[in-house]
């Protein structure tokens, strides 16, 4: 199991076409990985972040599961970003403010290099 998510991070790690997809890969870090979350509920965007810590072979990565609120019901589409290792700290600091301004400033940047992010503009 450690051998296909070491194939998915490296596959993140260099932004190449992956067998697993998106869903997956969130769903390996779910049931793997312990995650810190943060709802935000009067957010009109943002259901919640989970931010994961991971550590492969000594080389520890982060990446948020961003949880997208749906327009039409109370779900929220999931998107995977690889993130910085501040990205947690800065994002809990400021997403009580506006989860929006917290998401923009702290993970969205991440967006170009994670092939799991959604084209935002």
Not at 29 to 49: H, Q, R, V
Not at 79 to 96: A, E, I, R
Request: negative net charge.
């Amino acid at each position: 199991m450690k051998a296909i998510f070491l194939t998915i991070l490296l596959s993140l790690l260099s932004n190449t076409t992956i067998s697993q997809t998106c869903d997956e890969q969130i769903e390996y870090l779910e049931d793997n990985y312990y995650g810190t979350t943060y709802n935000s509920p009067t957010s009109t965007a943002i259901l919640k972040i989970t931010f994961y810590e991971v550590t492969i072979d000594y080389r520890t990565v982060h990446f948020a599961v961003v949880c997208f609120k749906s327009k039409y019901s109370y779900g929220c589409s999931e998107y995977l970003y690889q993130v910085g290792s501040h990205t947690k700290y800065n994002y809990s600091m400021n997403y009580l403010d506006s989860a929006g301004k917290a998401f923009w400033s702290y993970i969205e940047p991440y967006g170009d290099n994670s092939p799991c992010a959604p084209e935002l503009d």
